[in-house]
């Protein structure tokens, strides 16, 4: 099985003192985001060497196998061949990997496994097929479905499509979670490098009420002067 010959390379690469580095990190203490991962101790381009080098041999039965799978850099890599896979795939194939990818996504529970593989595979599949998915998992009430859906909209970013982004930005307001408002922020940041004065009527209608943190990542790029007009506010 492909996924026997993923695993052993992964685990081949693997630095202890990596791995510990990671599970700070990635707050896998009691309480903390990343409660109860498990790490090798890679790094993301030794997994994408991983990821790119069996992505054709591998079946997608496998990848959905090693997407399950306990250690966080499996899950990792086995995103890296969905989104290699995504890209050479037609329709139907498409299709087969955002079905798989969606009917998983308890799986992809850490911001490094939604970032991955958001953009490039629910945002460029809900780009042409509807947005229909993206608002279900924007209220589910679970934050890492919040932020496939949130990361999602790079994709309509960088083809010039910002409604969904902003309409987000907005949902989420009022969400408790830091990771939540880092998103947005940064989501908001991108739309603002397409349409700055879109941004600007935004914080002009929300900034007040904007998370801290959401608003200091989208403004990130503005002049100092302006920032500080917004972070006064």
């Given amino acids: ?13 693997g630095d202890k003192k990596f791995a510990e580095h990671h599970a700070v990190f990635f707050q896998t203490h009691k309480g903390g985001y990343g409660e109860g991962d498990l790490f090798w101790g890679l790094r993301v381009p030794q997994q994408r060497t991983v990821a790119k080098k069996y ?11 090693l997407l399950r799978d306990k ?9 890296a061949i969905l989104g ?5 795939a037609g329709g139907k194939e498409k299709k087969a990997i955002v079905k798989m990818y969606l009917a998983n ?3 992809i529970n850490n911001w490094d496994l939604v970032d991955l593989s ?4 629910a945002g460029a599949f809900w780009f042409d097929s509807g947005i229909g998915d993206m608002m279900k998992l924007a209220k589910s009430g679970n934050l890492w479905r919040e932020r496939i859906a949130m990361l999602s909209t790079l994709y309509f970013i960088r083809r010039g499509r910002l409604k969904e982004t902003f309409d987000l930005a907005e949902m989420f307001l009022d969400h408790k979670h830091d990771l939540m408002h ?9 739309a603002g490098k397409e349409d700055i ?3 600007r009527a935004f914080l002009d209608k929300n900034g007040k009420k904007m998370p801290r943190t959401m608003l200091r990542y989208a403004i990130e790029k503005f002049p100092e002067k302006e920032r500080k007009k917004y972070l006064k506010r």
């Fill in 105 to 107: 996504t308890k799986y």
């Fill in 55 to 65: 992505y054709e041999e591998i079946t997608l039965k496998e990848t959905e196998k």
């Fill in 182 to 190: 880092k998103a947005a922020g940064w989501m908001l940041r991108e």
């Fill in 118 to 121: 958001a953009p490039n595979i």
């Fill in 197 to 199: 004065k879109s941004l």
């Fill in 71 to 79: 250690i966080h850099e499996a899950r990792f890599t086995a995103l």
């Fill in 1 to 13: 099985m492909v996924i026997n010959k993923v695993l052993k390379d992964l685990k081949s690469l």
């Fill in 84 to 88: 290699e896979k995504y890209k050479k």
